[in-house]
DNA sequence: TTAGGGTTAG
């Protein structure tokens, strides 16, 4: 009884059987929806009853009578439809007992339309191998057992098949599988499959190909969230086992993702924005924040702070301002970040003004957008203060911290306000922020420790300072590279290299290793004390470590040499950094050119320069400066005249006040004070500043002619533009003033130089 | 959001 009226069940299901079919060959992940309950209680009885006669021991054996099982499957003009052969084999204890179920079904049945059938037996028997041990082995052999019985694969037996696959790293094997699948069943989920594994095995190209005809606009498998989320993700991915989907690429698929409505998230789109902005890939970055916004994605300000964020690093304004604008075009609320990027941006280049008016602003909400600012914000503007010189200013910001809730003053805070006054030589009230923060448990640490040691350092108390370290480090804050490198440098700077060295090998000692800059610093302090083997045995030092030289530390060592008179070793230096790839830059040539003039090798000078041109490097300011004053030196101003004349016209490079001081201090020299004041009226015309020194110059001149009433002009001028008299002015000009009775005059210079003095 | 270095002509 139980069998007829299983039959007769199984017609009705027959009837639904088309719909199911086309089921299994579309689906996709999720699956379709379950059938209606009554149908599943009906097929729950015939698959109960089919599993318990596949315990019969009549099943398997060719018996010539028809048996309850073939009854049971078999028994109408037509088969049952797969969706039962499969939830019956799924139920099955292991794959090879599915296995010999599914050779039951082909020997069993007399239809024609079993395939389907079978399709979708062989999808559960490789769902049960997919959890068995050497699963991947398991599901290769049985994908070559259908392939001989001619039984096609379900598309989500493919799928199946190659995860596993992918999973046991058969590359070979995936990409066979690939391209054996029916193309009319290929679905979007098994696009994504594919595309997962190829990115895993590292085959970027397979995977990309397969993404490019999903991308098409009249594609089968159009993308969805997960083949957006597959990109996105490998496009941020640091680790590659392939190579890298490039940076055009990426912007190229996000734009076609985008036509069909799929979006990086928030999260993705701002990590691929700060990706290329930490390349200088700002062009790259608009385009694609741009595509996002055009094609309807959703942007939030999370992303536009990445941008805006690598655009001001490039200095590139105009399109902070255009991005800012279109932000409030399109309604993205600015958050504190993006205020933040923007207040810190102006106090970088010293706007501070500008800054606290956005500030103002912002915390008012007086251009429709009200922000409440945070501890950083604060910070931002009290460096931007202090670093300005308005340090009063930074500690009534403190304040203003101090009655916001959750605003507390912390050790960055301290730490800006401690450099700001170190800067501008208060000391003591650096110290007593300092005393300050220790009261209010706002804990130092190596920054504030470095920022008071360099104060010290650069104030004249380097004793202080070596002792405020090692009452520090006894407290437990140790100093690192930094603190060592203001150290070496200090101690070089007043030309104790012996203590200089000394902390170079503490560091070491201590457990401190230095960094390159360390390493540089100490190097120039030596090659400037012209310690040139000292110098030598600290590079070879630095190459030991890893460290490499670059343009600059190479100038130094060659600058270092020229000093020396080691031309030889200059030249050796020259070529190592030519050979070690790092291209020599003007400095590098003009050291080279000032020493060969200045040692009467104008030859040799001359070739250094044109070598120079041929490197693709112009002579600079400082080259015509070099060879002028060497010029000058043996007496041929006409000579350096010729060069000056030339520098302005035919090489477009304008003189500035070193190359006006050398020519007048010569020509002062060579008694032609004339042409010296000639050349004084000539930077008034270009606008170029004279300084002390050329004050200085030409007031000798004036006092070997006795030309009194210029020197009084001049005078006036030095007062009008404030440029304070050294004591090599006040010596030239009270000796010869006294001499020739115009104390008057010298007095009312002072005075005039004291009003000048305060009024700046 | 805070700290360090080195080069060329007077």
Redesign the pocket.
Known sequence: MAISISASKLFKLRLHSPIILRHLSTESNPPPPPPHQDQDQDQDSLITQALQLLQAPDYDSNSNTTTPLQELLFSSSSPSSPFIFRNITRRLSSSSEALKFFHYLQSNSTSQDILPSLSSTFQAIFELASREPDSHNKLLELYGTAKEHNVPLTINAATLLIRCLGRAGMVDQVLVVVKEVDPSLKNTHFCNVVIDVMFRLGRVDDALKVLDEMLQPDSECPPNDSTGDIIFGAMLRREWRGRSINDEEIVGLVSKFGEHDVFPDTFQLTQLITKFCRNRKTGRAWDLLHDVMKSGGVVEAASCNALLTGLGKGGDFERMNNLTTEMKEMNIQPNVVTF??LI?LMC?SRRVDDALEVFKKMKEGSDGVLVEPD??M???LI?GLC?VGRQEEGLSLVEQMRSQNGCAP????Y??LI?GFCKSGEIERAQELFDQMNRESVFP????L??LI?GMCRHGRINSAVEFLNDMQSKGVKG???????LI?AFC?VNNIDKAMEFFDQMSNSGCS?????Y??LI??L??AGRMDDASSVVSKLKEVGFC?????Y??LI?GFCKKNKLDKAYETLKEMEEAGVKP????Y??LI?YLS?TGNFTTAHRVMRKMIKEGLKP????Y??LI?AYCLIGKIDEGMKIFRDMGSASKVPP????Y??LI?SLCKNDDVEHALSLMDDMKVKGVKP????YNAIFKGLRDKNLLEKAFELMDRMIEQACNPDYITMEVLTEWLSAVGETGKLKKFVQGYEVSASSA
Do not use: E, F
């Not at 912390?410 to 805070?413: A, F, G, Y």
């Not at 030289?549 to 530390?553: A, Q, R």
């Not at 500035?656 to 190359?659: A, C, Q, S």
């Open positions: 933040g990027i810190n970088k501890a950083i604060y910070n931002t460096d670093k912390n050790t960055v805070t730490n800006c450099d640490n190596v920054i504030t470095n920022t360099d690192n590279a930094v603190t060592y490198a203001i440098n700077n230095p960094d390159a800059i360390v540089y610093t120039s302090g090659s400037q030289l670059d343009t600059v530390c100038n130094v600058g830059d003007s400095v590098t003009n050291t000032s200045k600079t300011v400082v080259t400066g070099a004053h500035n006040t070193v190359i001081n050398i201090d300084n002390i020194t050329t």
